[in-house]
C-alpha cells in the first residue's frame, strides 16, 4: 500500500480527503491509504511500517490564510515522515517517497536540510495555472521510465497541469538531480541516494487522453518503485 499525507483544511484542523491522488495511485492498480495531517509521531511510525512508499500532496499551506498551528502540524509530520523513510533507506529498506507541487518544494528543501518556518523565504514567486509540455533534460530512473517515443511526444503534446504559485530556481544541488525544467525553475527532481521523487505539476489531474496517458505512467512509476521494497 502506498500512504498519502492528507491537507489540512482551511480555517479548520480537519484534513482535506485527497480523492484525486488517491485515483491516480490506484489507475495502476496500486492501493492507496490517507493518512491524517494531524496523525501522532508513534502512530505515524506505526502507519509507514506497514506501507511501502508515500506520497506527500500539492496544496497551498503556504498561503498566510493558514494558522501557524496548522502549518507547523504539517510541516513536522511531513519532516517526521522524511526522517523515517531516510532511516529506512540507510538501514537497507527501499522505501520510495513522492512529492506533488507543494510536496516537491518541501522535498527539496528537506534534502538541503531546511526547516522552513515560512516557505516564501526559502522559494520563489512562481505563479502559473497552465497545461504544459514535458521536456527530460538529464538522465534519471523517471527520465528512463518513458520510452523514447512518448518523451518525444510529451515534448511538444500538453501533458502536465500546473497550478501554483511558487517555485524552485534552477541551481545546481548536490543531493538530487534535476530531471526537468520549466520556465526557468526545476519541474521534477529525483534523489540520488534515495528513492525520492517530486513534480511541480499535477499527475494527479489529467486533462486529455494523452495527459491520463503520462499521469497513468507516472502511476505505474511509483507502484514499480513500492514493489521493490
Known sequence: MIGIIAFPEVHTSRSVFPSNYVNWIESSGA????LPYTISPKKLSLCLDKLSGLVWTGGAIESRQYSTLQYNT???????????????????RYFPLWGTCLGFEILVLFGKHVKPAN?????????????????????S???????????KKMEITPCALHHHTLGVDINPMKHLTIVSTDSGFINMI?????????????????????SRKVSHQFSCFLKNEYLKT
Open 119 to 139: 516557505l516564501f523565504e526559502h522559494v520563489q514567486s512562481h505563479p502559473k495555472s497552465a497545461k504544459d509540455c514535458i521536456k527530460f533534460t538529464h538522465s
Open 74 to 92: 504539517y510541516m513536522n509530520t511531513l519532516q517526521l515522515s522524511f526522517d523515517i523513510i531516510k532511516n529506512y533507506n540507510d538501514k537497507g
Open 141 to 151: 530512473r523517471l527520465k528512463d521510465w518513458f520510452d523514447p517515443e512518448m518523451r
Open 31 to 34: 492501493k492507496a491509504v490517507v
Open 190 to 210: 529525483e534523489y540520488k541516494k534515495y528513492p525520492f521523487y517530486g513534480v511541480q505539476f499535477h499527475p494527479d489531474q489529467p486533462f486529455n487522453a494523452f
